[in-house]
């Protein structure tokens, strides 16, 4: 079954850049129309997409975050690999990646969330 | 930007009753590309709908999803009490990527 499980650091300070890493199985990254998204939620707040890269190495960013943030995959480690430059406290939030259904635009599975924390 | 605005914003049911719960598009979307999820507290959202009405694998049958253009709709036809969660809307577009609404709650009554 498809599982995915992010991990990294809980706290960073402000202006820091942050780096989260996506493992998974149950899938291949190099499989065609396969995809892996990153999205976070503030506490208590709504969900927002912030990246997505596809099997073929097609990279795909939030356009108000685009600045900011790079995502990469390491197929043979099966390994997706956010990076989002000059935090701020408003970047706090629980991060989620998760797997695209190659059929369609949306998300199947998630891994259980980490939380980062922003604050010097 | 297309902007999803879901409503109400709280909504107030007992178990057994019907849900509608509604996403409204600032521009029309594709119904291929409007998705739904449930959300429970401390829990990553789960996806429900997508293609605007087609159930994700697992999903029980009185999740249904319907709408076309800029309004589509969620509805559970008899609540569980294990519903009770909050419900996203999500919609994806080819230049500006995806996007959610700010979420329904459906809390028991």
């Known amino acids: 079954q498809i599982t995915l499980k992010e991990s990294g650091p809980t706290v960073v300070k402000p202006t820091q850049t942050l780096t989260l890493t996506c493992t998974f199985s149950?899938?291949?990254?190099?499989?065609?129309?396969?995809?892996v998204g990153w999205i976070r939620q503030p506490p208590g707040k709504a969900l927002e997409w912030l990246a997505l890269?596809?099997?073929?190495?097609?990279?795909r960013y939030s356009p108000s975050l685009k600045s900011r943030v790079t995502i990469t995959k390491d197929t043979s480690k099966n390994q997706v690999v956010l990076t989002m430059t000059n935090l701020d406290p408003v970047d706090t939030g629980t991060y989620y990646c998760?797997?695209?259904?190659?059929?369609?635009?949306?998300?199947?599975?998630w891994g259980q969330g980490t939380l980062v924390t922003v604050s010097s | 930007e297309i902007v999803l605005t879901q409503s109400p914003g709280t909504l107030s049911l007992s178990p057994g009753e019907r849900a509608t719960l509604s996403c409204r598009a600032s521009?029309?979307?594709?119904?291929?590309?409007l998705a739904w999820y449930q959300q429970k507290p401390g829990q990553a959202p789960r996806l429900l709908i997508y293609g605007a009405s087609s159930r994700a694998t697992g999903i029980p049958d009185r999740f249904s999803g319907s709408g076309s253009g800029t309004d589509f709709t969620l509805t559970i036809s008899r609540l569980e009490p294990e519903d009770f969660a909050v419900y996203y809307c999500q919609q994806y577009g080819t230049s500006l990527g995806y996007t959610f609404g700010q979420g329904t709650k459906l809390e028991i009554k």
């Open positions: 998760a797997h695209k259904i190659p059929i369609a635009a949306a998300f199947d599975y």
């Open positions: 521009q029309s979307v594709s119904s291929s590309y």
């Open positions: 149950g899938f291949s990254l190099s499989t065609t129309k396969v995809g």
């Open positions: 890269i596809y099997w073929d190495d097609d990279q």
